[in-house]
């Protein structure tokens, strides 16, 4: 499975294919005819994971019953997509937003898969609670702190399960990183230092629709680095539990174009030819058909220009977190580098294990300076051998040389992650046995992630250090550790 996401780098080859114990978990067979009623919220992008999930490996344990969303021409594409691979019209009930409890009674629904925007997560996640039936969130769990209190507030009252789909911890390389640590091999970790560079292709993406504007998306701190804030919470099995944050637009934007002289640009990418910053929704059918054809809906514009106005995030981030047991996380994100991937060092008092993973060494450009994002499609792939794609796991003990440690090849997209959670996500009752690495993630998880993204805007805001208690999220971050 891949990420569906032109703009994602493809993921890296394991350089070493030894089958991990405990990486790929393993499932019972699912007893006939027990599906679980599915419902997607937010049916973009990535709601396309989830149907074909639902539609194709997980049609054993799994029904998709019915759509919502705002946009009908989004809605009318997974249709058609679910119309294909059953081989007959699915017909399947579509709801507006404000029909979220008439759709979860009409249709039985179990459980509201929540793929809509990061800023509505908060009010669907609450709304599929009350109504009585479960939620699968993607990442961010919400944007700020009125949001984690609500979703807090919700479980409190209802006691329903909410899934978060954390689906990097199930990259074999972040997998065995935990396994490293959890072994006690590099003894108790005293810091961390995690850089991760997003390049001028996926990076640049965030700055073309909803996620530019802060409001939508909590900004980069929140939408993307929650991702990573979990890998760390997950990694050293502890909570963060003081912030202190710097950054800004330095790079995307239009007063940063206008101080680098870059003129007049088009508002959108669609119909640009030789302008690697921009994203043409005609040369991938996917997009097409769920952004370019659906705009006469909504107007949501999928491809706006990423040195155009109205962009409220930030671009280079740097952040130093305190862990409650003693630990400490330097992090830095910058969103216009020329290759794709992150470095991570943890430093413990027996030794040190460092993992470096390249998902694309570098963007090549077609003849007419278009950006090409699958290289290797082409003859005019780089071939980099001084940043070759890949990933490396070391571990070196104190007065012992460095050993490299195996990575288990993964399956589909996100270094491996995506098919792994899915298994989770729909199968996790026939679990064989518990996951001894801890991945399934639920909604505490989700607001452990956000909180360093949320102290860390607020930091930004007032240049100082900010403790995650005195944010009241609305729960204790460190309840059931
Ligand atoms: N885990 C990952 O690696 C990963 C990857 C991509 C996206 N995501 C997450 O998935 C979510 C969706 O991202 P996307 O790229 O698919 O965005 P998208 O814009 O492509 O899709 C969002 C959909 O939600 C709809 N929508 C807007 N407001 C809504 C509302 N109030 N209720 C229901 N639907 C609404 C939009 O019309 C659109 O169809 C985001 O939260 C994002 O962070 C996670």
Not at 7 to 26: F, H, K, L, N, Q
Not at 237 to 254: H, I, T
Not at 263 to 287: E, K, S, Y
Request: charged share 25%; with cysteine.
């Amino acid at each position: 499975m891949s990420d569906q996401n032109p703009t994602a780098p493809r993921p890296a080859s394991s350089s070493s294919t030894v089958a991990g114990e405990g990486v790929i978990p393993e499932f019972a067979p699912a007893p006939e005819g027990q599906h679980r009623r599915y419902a997607v919220a937010g049916t973009g992008h990535r709601a396309g994971m989830y149907v074909d999930a639902i539609l194709g490996e997980h049609a054993d344990v799994a029904t998709l019953v019915a759509l919502l969303d705002t946009n009908p021409g989004r809605m009318a594409h997974y249709e058609a997509v679910a119309s294909e691979a059953l081989g007959h019209a699915a017909d399947l009930p579509q709801y507006a937003p404000d029909g979220l409890e008439k759709m979860i009674a009409e249709q039985s629904v179990d459980v509201v898969v929540v793929t809509a925007p990061d800023h509505a997560h908060a009010e669907l996640v609450a709304r599929v609670l009350a109504a009585g039936a479960d939620v699968v969130v993607e990442k961010p769990l919400t944007i700020d702190r009125p949001g984690c209190r609500r979703i807090t507030g919700a479980v409190a009252e209802t006691g329903r399960d909410v899934v978060m789909t954390f689906n990097y911890r199930y990259a074999p390389r972040n997998s065995s990183l935990r396994q490293v640590i959890a072994s006690g091999e590099i003894g108790q970790v005293t810091s961390v230092h995690f850089e991760w560079v997003l390049d001028t292709v996926h990076g640049a993406d965030y700055f073309r629709r909803w996620h530019r504007d802060k409001k939508n998306s909590g900004g980069l701190l929140v939408h993307k680095s929650s991702h990573h804030f979990d890998l760390v919470n997950w990694w050293l099995g502890d909570v963060p539990s003081r912030v202190y944050a710097r950054g800004g637009l330095k790079f995307y934007g239009d007063r940063n174009a206008a101080d680098r002289g870059l003129g007049a640009r088009p508002a959108r990418g669609t119909g640009v030819v030789g302008d690697p910053f921009t994203l043409d929704l005609t040369n991938d059918p996917r997009l097409k058909s769920l952004y370019l054809d659906a705009e006469e809906h909504d107007g949501y514009l999928r491809d706006q220009d990423v040195f155009g106005p109205g962009i409220t995030i930030e671009d280079n981030l740097s952040l130093l977190v305190d862990y409650r047991r003693g630990a400490t996380l330097t992090y830095s994100l910058n969103a216009h580098s020329p290759w794709e991937g992150y470095r991570v060092s943890v430093n413990g008092t027996a030794g040190r294990a460092e993992l470096e993973v390249v998902e694309r060494g570098a963007i090549a450009l077609d003849d007419e300076g278009n950006a090409l994002l699958d290289p290797s499609a082409t003859p005019t792939s780089l071939g980099d051998a001084l940043r070759p794609e890949g990933e490396r796991l070391l571990v070196q003990k104190h007065w012992e040389r460095a050993a490299e440690y195996p990575i288990p090849d993964g399956i589909g997209g996100h270094g491996g992650g995506d098919a792994i959670l899915l298994k989770d996500v729909f199968r996790r009752h026939l679990r064989v046995s518990e996951d001894a690495l801890g991945r399934p993630a639920g909604y505490l998880d989700g607001l452990r992630a956000v909180s360093v993204g949320i102290a860390a805007n607020q930091s930004l805001v007032t240049g100082l250090p900010v403790m995650i208690a005195d944010l009241d999220l609305g729960a204790s971050l460190e309840a059931d550790l």
